[in-house]
């Protein structure tokens, strides 16, 4: 017998689960508040059934008894009670299931076929749109990772605790905290001045790390992502627009093993130093620093990648080296537009991920010689609008005396210009050119 096609196969549904739901929530109104954690109307795939729910959730929210009169005079009210079968119809609902202590088994069932249903939608639009010769290729792609990922949060939303059941945790926490002496609820950045006024990244944030060219940026940036990946052993996602991945790992190799970046690039080296290379390498090799390297990128080629790697690798934080070298899809807008459209995707990107998304931008010329405010950031207000923290790095030249800028350790202010959920401020840093690296400057530094 041939196969049907799809648009002939009825969608998933399981009618017996949806009538015991509705059925445990008349028996146990109390129940409603487990079947809140998965289910919403639409959810149910009778229509009918989507009208008895929502008219048991209007009666719940005005803070009214469920059962079965209420609920019929409800239905009643609305003139839904005739297309929902009738008062009979809603009275057998309660006979179709003797208790309502499986009410959340019978809830998740018709979750997950909601899920399938959905999924099958997802699958009709995507076949439909690639007939479709007008749309985009990578906006198909966009739409459908988009639309996928909704799903994996409606199956974790909605969750809830008692307190009994948080305070043995909080205990745990504060009891770590203390041992470890670590008060932050965000992502530490390493550097501990820095994470005492940000109490660390904090997830659905997106920062801006502004500073002129040869301040630092990227070593910066580097710097605490290889303090996230390599000593927190936390999953990282960098973004390096400008430069290539062997060439970023060069860097990253030089402040690891402490090794002059110019020996690195010329070989110059002395077998002892072989040594700290395999060292450093090792422990680059274990992190999990996921690294991008496509000069262009498009804005949805981006989103699309973080949202991949979020999905295989479960990374706590994205690093985009730098904001303005990210394309817009519409190149025809000004480019204040279209770097404002990347701003605001980035922020959007941030919340949909639950993560730390952190973009590098430079600064305008003009403030050369002085310290960055958030009226300098490039291009665009809106970055300064869009992000919820914003870094300047500022360091003043210093030449030797045959007026080449000097390989010593430098001094490098970094200030909070914005943080919209905490204080703002300043810091220094000890910047190390001959390793590209940031350390605080407590630490002790002794230079190749």
């Known amino acids: 017998m041939a196969e049907s096609s799809l648009k002939d196969k009825i969608p998933p549904h399981n009618d017996e689960a949806e009538i015991a739901t509705l059925g445990a929530l008349l028996l146990d109104p109390e129940s409603i508040a487990i079947v809140l954690r998965y289910l919403r109307a639409d959810d149910f795939y009778k229509s009918a059934h989507k009208k008895v729910y ?6 719940f929210s005005r803070g009214e008894a469920i059962d079965l009169i ?4 409800e239905l009643k009210t609305k003139e839904l ?23 959340e088994y019978y809830a998740k069932i018709v979750q997950n076929l909601s899920i399938r249903r959905i999924m099958a939608r997802i699958a009709s639009t995507i076949i439909a749109n690639s007939f479709e010769e007008s749309v985009d290729t990578r906006l198909i792609i966009e739409d459908a990772e988009r639309e996928i990922f909704k799903i994996t949060e409606k199956q974790a939303s909605g969750s809830y605790y008692m307190a009994k059941e948080i305070v043995p945790k909080t205990i745990e926490a504060i009891e770590r905290s203390y041992h470890n002496k670590e008060s932050y609820t965000g992502i530490p950045s390493g550097f ?6 940000t109490s660390g990244f904090q997830n659905s944030e997106f920062i801006v790390i502004g500073a002129r060219p040869s301040v630092g940026k990227t070593a910066f940036a580097l710097s605490i992502a290889a303090n996230m990946s390599i000593r927190q052993g936390r999953a990282v996602g960098f973004f390096t627009l400008e430069m290539s991945g062997m060439a ?11 090794l002059s970046s110019s020996k690195l690039r010329s070989g110059l080296l002395r077998p002892a130093d072989f040594h700290s290379i395999t060292e450093a390498a090792g422990r680059i090799y274990e992190a999990q620093l996921y690294i991008e390297d496509s000069p262009n990128l498009k804005l949805l080629d981006l989103r699309a990648l973080a949202r991949r790697m979020k999905f295989q690798h479960n990374i706590e934080i994205v690093f985009i080296d730098y904001i303005t070298l990210v394309s817009a899809e519409n190149m025809e807008l000004p480019r204040h537009e279209q770097i404002a459209e990347i701003s605001r995707s ?12 952190v973009a590098l931008s430079q600064v305008k010329r003009e403030t050369e010689g002085k310290k960055p405010t958030l009226a300098d950031l490039r291009e665009s207000g809106s970055i300064e609008q869009d992000a919820d923290v914003v870094l300047f790095l500022h360091r003043e030249r210093q030449t030797d005396k045959k007026g080449d800028e000097s390989t010593n350790e430098s ?8 943080q919209r959920n905490g204080p703002i401020g300043s810091l220094k840093l000890a910047f190390i050119p001959n390793y590209t690296r940031f350390e605080s400057l ?7």
């Open 192 to 197: 501990g001045e820095l994470d005492e006024l």
């Open 442 to 448: 407590s630490k002790e530094v002794i230079n190749a």
């Open 70 to 73: 209420t609920l019929t005079e």
């Open 411 to 418: 001094v490098t202010d970094v200030s909070i210009a914005k």
């Open 346 to 357: 980035l922020k959007a990107l941030a919340r949909e991920l639950d993560i730390p998304v």
């Open 54 to 59: 929502q008219a048991i959730l209007d009666l």
């Open 248 to 258: 970023l790992i060069q860097r990253l190799l030089s402040s690891e093993a402490r």
């Open 81 to 103: 009670l005739d297309s929902c079968g009738g008062a009979a119809y809603i009275s057998q609902l309660t006979s179709e299931v003797p208790t309502s202590a499986n009410v």
